[in-house]
Structure formats: C-alpha cells, structure tokens
C-alpha cells in the first residue's frame, strides 16, 4: 500500500478549549440524498457546520452522462471546502468515495469517518440479493415497494414513520442507471492500490446486526487503509445507521472531532492527551463475559447514566475490569473483580433472564431491590464503576459542559510541604 505526503496541521496553535468551527462533509449511501442526514446535523455542535452532497443521480441531483466513480470523485471534490479544516463522513456507498478522495490528500482534510463503509476493495454482497435489487431498476425508477423492501432488509427494526417514508421517497427518485451503476460497476470496483493507506485520524461505525458490512468486515476490509483508525459498533442499528440511531453518528462525529482537536492542541499534558485520544478511540474487545451476561450488563448500564452509543459503555466497563483498569478499590467480602463481574451478571440472569426486555420502569424497579439485597455491594461497584467510564469519557465531558483541559506545566508553581 502506497504511503501519503505529509499534511499541514490545520488548526495551528489552536487551544483545545476553544474550538476552531469545523466543516462535516456528508457522503449519502445508494438510494439516498443530502437529506439522509437531517437528523444528525441537527445534533451538531454549534462548532461543527453540516455540508450534505447530493451524489450524482441522486437525491436532487439529476444525472448527466454515464456514472462512474470518477465522475461522482470529481464532483465531490468540485464541492469540498477549499480552504478551513473539514472532515468527511461517508455512508456506506459515500465511504468508498470518501476513502478515494481522502487517498489525495486535499487540502484542509483533517478526519474520515466511515459508516458501514463500503470499502476500497469489492464489497460484499450476496449475488443473488445483488441481482434482485438490479432488477428493481430494470424498467425504471425503483417501486415503493422495492423501496420499503430495501429499507427492511437493512435495518434492525422498523423505523418511525416519517424517517421511513424519507427514504422511500430517495430511493424511488434515484436515477435507475446511477443505481445499476453501482451494483454491477462502483461496488465491485476494486480501488485498494488507489487508496492505499491514510494517515487520517478515522473512526469507522458498524451496525451490531449489518450482516455484509458489520464490525468483522470493517475491521479486515476498511480499518487495515487506515493506520489511525478505529472501529466502534453500533447496538440497535443495521446497515442505514443515519436513520436507525443518528444520535450515535452523531456522537461518532464528536468523537472523531475531539480526536482532531487534541492532535492539535498545544496545552495538554502529553500523557493525558494520550489517556484521553485512547478513550475517544474506544477499548478493545474483551472476551470477559458471555453474551447473554453481556446484554445483561448493556441492560443496567443503560438505566445508570444516558451515555452516548459512541462511547459504548458497557464494553468499557468489562474491558476495564478485564484489564484491571479499575482502582484497586473493592468490597473485602466480594470476590476479585472479574469473578464478581461475571457472578452479578449471571445471578441476576438466574433470577430476572428477561431484564433487558422489560420496560423502563420495571427495570428501574427491579435494580432498587438489589439495591438493598444480598447483591447490594456489588451493585454498588457497578455503579461506581459505570459511572467512572462515563464521566471520565470527553464526549460527555462535553456534553457536561466542561472543556477545560490545561497543561499542569503552564500553571504557577506552589509549595507543597509534607
């Protein structure tokens, strides 16, 4: 894989408490538009301006010659920022274009963030699933009901109305050549020598349940082009992740922009800036716990503190006591944290296996009595666990308010006496 010159810095000297604005570039998937991503640009930091492309073909977009990815490459490339820092974020079509413009090193290009990214190399699809949905497209436009079709079988559940109606109303305004363009063309188009390897801080999001694109494929298929990248998975969310949990792009984006401003700033401790970009970044997966004790633990976790999807809370607390990440602290009459982990989790599947199922209130209901039974402590330390991976994350600082983050070398120096 071919290498990349190297890039200027942005932002400078630019304090990490004060942020540069920042433009966010968006890449729609096949059959979507500029519009796919309104719920999420209405969640942006006021530092963070939204730019949506319609891809040629698509969405307002009227198709003019025969498609091709050099052609959509240019009129991205047309319609990027040309001076300021920006980021892109490609969905799962858009990734493969943002990957190959990102390969050329434009100017201002500061962070990717790939969303079940279609890759540089061809993409994986069922041939079968493949010519079907060119077949849609045969006689013209695509149906309503090849519309609703294709939206069912790439979400985990079904969505509000009005996002679903959205999408069906892109898909059935794509230009059918731009659609069978990309089936029998873009996607199996192979790029990898063209893309090479990126240099780009990158975080890559993955539905829990895309099948083709999911967290594995993303990991050996879009993650080895980037040598700063990350993958992070998205619970409750398929292949359509603009639509199916927008707040958790959202906060994929905050996060990949937090990474950008800590590169770039130029009064924080080294080692904490280090702690601090290894936190956006996520931890990696652990094989602590079973599944079934782990939907337990996403369960609680979920009911304790309204963490962001992005930050993964529940991976974060059994990586933690995986790794003995924790502070050493522990009841006397409790087993070693790993034991007591997995322990808690499955006593309490032994008695409630339906707890991740219940409703809020039950839920809630249900963790005040162990509150005050036998498996009081250890739920205590749950607690205090849970509550450390989510406050000490820079996602939720932010959202706390608090982005004031200063290099102890630069305060004034006082005495200290023992």
């Known amino acids: 894989m071919q290498g990349q010159p190297p890039r200027s810095a942005p932002f400078g000297a630019a304090r990490y408490n004060t942020p540069t604005p920042i433009t966010v570039v968006f890449l729609h998937a096949l059959g979507g538009s500029a519009r796919s991503f309104d719920a999420v640009a209405g969640l942006l930091h006021p530092a963070l301006t939204p730019l949506a492309l319609n891809l040629p073909g698509f969405g307002d977009n009227v198709l003019q010659g025969a498609p091709s990815l050099d052609r959509t490459l240019a009129h991205i490339a ?7 820092p920006w980021i892109m974020v490609g969905h799962s079509m858009g990734a493969k274009f943002a990957s190959m413009l ?19 190399s061809p993409e994986p699809i069922d041939e079968a699933r493949r010519a079907s949905m060119t077949d849609w497209a045969a006689d013209g436009p695509l149906s309503y009901a090849n519309a609703a079709e294709f939206i069912a079988g790439n979400t985990a559940s079904p969505l509000p109305t009005q996002a679903h109606e959205a999408l069906a109303h892109d898909l059935q305004r794509t230009d059918p050549a731009a659609w069978t363009h990309w089936l029998q063309t873009g996607a199996k188009q192979d790029v990898r020598d063209k893309v090479g390897e990126i240099s780009l801080p990158a975080i890559i999001l993955a539905g829990a349940e895309d099948g083709d694109l999911g967290a594995a494929n993303q990991r050996l298929l879009n993650l080895p082009h980037y040598t700063d990248g990350t993958v992070q998975e998205i619970d409750g969310a398929a292949h359509l992740i603009p639509a199916e949990r927008p707040a958790a792009l959202a906060a994929g984006i905050h996060a990949l922009w937090h990474i950008i401003r800590l590169d770039h700033a130029t009064d924080i401790d080294p080692l904490t800036k280090a702690v601090l970009r ?15 004790d782990r939907k337990i633990l996403r369960a609680i976790t979920a009911r304790l503190v309204p963490a962001e999807d992005v930050i993964n809370l529940p991976l974060r607390v059994e990586a933690a006591v995986a790794t003995g990440g924790g502070d050493g602290w522990r009841f006397a009459d409790l087993p070693p944290d790993t034991d007591a982990l997995r322990q808690g989790l499955q006593a309490v599947r032994a008695d409630r296996p339906d707890f991740p199922d219940l409703p809020p209130a039950e839920q809630d209901a249900y963790l005040r009595r162990i509150q005050k039974g036998p498996l009081s402590r250890w739920f205590e330390d749950l607690r205090a666990n849970t509550v450390k991976e989510w406050v000490s994350h820079p996602v939720t600082l932010q959202r706390l308010g608090y982005d004031g983050l200063t290099d ?8 200290v006496r023992i």
Do not use: F, M
């Not at 047309?78 to 300021?84: Q, R, S």
């Not at 990102?102 to 540089?120: D, E, F, K, T, Y």
């Not at 290894?278 to 079934?292: F, M, T, Y």
């Open 78 to 84: 047309d319609n990027v920022p040309k001076d300021g």
């Open 102 to 120: 990102a390969a050329r090193n434009p100017a201002g290009l500061c962070g990717i963030c790939l969303v079940a990214g279609s890759p540089p």
């Open 278 to 292: 290894k936190r956006l970044q996520g931890p990696h997966p652990v094989s602590l716990l079973e599944d079934a």
């Open 408 to 415: 102890p070398r630069t305060l004034p120096q006082k005495e």
